[in-house]
Nanobody, 125 residues
Framework: QVQLVESGGGSVQPGGSLRLSCAVSGRTSDDYAIGWFRQAPGKEREGLSCILLRDDSTHYADFVKGRFTITRDNAKNTVYLQMNSLKLEDTADYYC??????????????????WGQGTQVTVSS
């Protein structure tokens, strides 16, 4: 069993930055992927980025490339999502998740195995 706890959400003005953290505990392996997702009110949950623990390769949805960066700190068992140049439309609940089986790309949202409780991000002027 894997547990994930997000933190770092909050309110920010357009153009601002936030760094989200995902603390991962429990038994993982190099086959795992850790991903970030978001869900805005009335919309489906969408994948943003993931990092593959086998080789630290990273993948991004096109609409966040160049603005969001995913990294991990092995010593802290934490995965981060640095979000820059935030826009009004980035307002959502943000979640991290873990996928157990190896995949060389970010699996579809419905296939992730473990989820955190989420952290809210509000971008407003």
């Amino acid at each position: 069993q894997v547990q994930l706890v997000e933190s770092g959400g909050g309110s920010v003005q357009p153009g601002g930055s936030l760094r989200l953290s995902c603390a991962v505990s429990g038994r993982t392996s190099d086959d795992y992927a850790i991903g970030w997702f978001r869900q805005a009110p009335g919309k489906e949950r969408e994948g943003l980025s993931c990092i593959l623990l086998r080789d630290d390769s990273t993948h991004y949805a096109d609409f966040v490339k160049g603005r969001f960066t995913i990294t991990r700190d092995n010593a802290k068992n934490t995965v981060y999502l640095q979000m820059n140049s935030l826009k009004l439309e980035d307002t959502a609940d943000y979640y991290c998740a873990a996928h157990e089986e190896y995949s060389d790309v970010c699996p579809p949202t419905s296939l992730w195995d473990y989820w955190g409780q989420g952290t809210q991000v509000t971008v407003s002027s």
